[in-house]
């Protein structure tokens, strides 16, 4: 039996791509999750998932969090990044971090169906021209892209919160950790991704377009 886990944090959409794909995959379990810490609880749960489809911005999983918290805990299942962010920078970094496809929420039932038979199958999957685009990514967003990849979770979440505007002493809040940790973050943040204030790095998430 084929096991598809559909992480978003949208119930009808979850509803709707399980029910489209149904007829497509007429064996397959799919379950669904709707936020990081569920969807990581039912990879527990569940043995012998064969992919993921992982929405980018569900609660927990902001700022590409969730990509890599579970390429790290769940290295052996792949990952289908399903989006309405489908930018090239958007799809230039969600591969980079190690997802094996990227899906625009606008793509038509069979192309969904055909995306999770290669990603299955050990292949890649882009939407048409979308690799011809990648090839034509500057080369300071290559390198933006590989620092970026190398911020840990706890990283990438301090990372959200400065570009929300918080100060040091609410993100310690927010996280439930000490000032001083929150502290070490940031001098991590700005030492991998080599530039020197958090302002910096509010720009540097906005080149990226994060949403």
Do not use: C
Not at 125 to 139: R, S
Not at 145 to 156: A, C, H, M, N
Not at 168 to 190: D, G, W
């Amino acid at each position: 039996m084929t096991r598809i886990l559909v992480a978003d944090d949208h119930p009808l959409f979850r509803e709707a791509l399980s029910g489209a794909l149904e007829p497509y995959f007429e064996n397959a379990q799919i379950i669904q999750a709707g936020s990081l810490d569920d969807a990581m609880a039912k990879l527990n749960e569940f043995d012998g998932v064969e992919l993921i489809l992982l929405d980018l911005n569900m609660p927990g999983g902001e700022y590409f969090n969730g990509l890599i918290t579970l390429r790290e805990q769940y290295p052996n299942i792949p990952v289908g990044v399903v989006s309405g962010s489908d930018t090239v920078e958007v799809v230039a970094q969600v591969m980079s971090l190690g997802a094996q496809g990227f899906i625009p929420k606008v793509s038509q039932t069979r192309e969904i169906a055909q995306a999770i038979v290669d990603i299955i199958g050990g292949k890649k999957w882009l939407p048409e021209g979308m690799e011809e685009e990648l090839e034509k990514v500057d080369d300071e967003l290559k390198v933006l892209l590989q620092r970026f990849r190398e911020l840990t979770p706890k990283q990438i979440q301090v990372l959200s919160y400065l570009r929300a505007g918080l100060m040091n002493k609410q993100i310690a809040h927010e996280m439930n950790v000490t000032e001083a940790t929150i502290k070490a973050h940031i001098s991590a943040i700005l030492r991998k991704l080599e530039i020197n204030t958090r302002t910096q790095a509010v720009l540097l998430m906005d080149k990226l377009q994060l949403s």
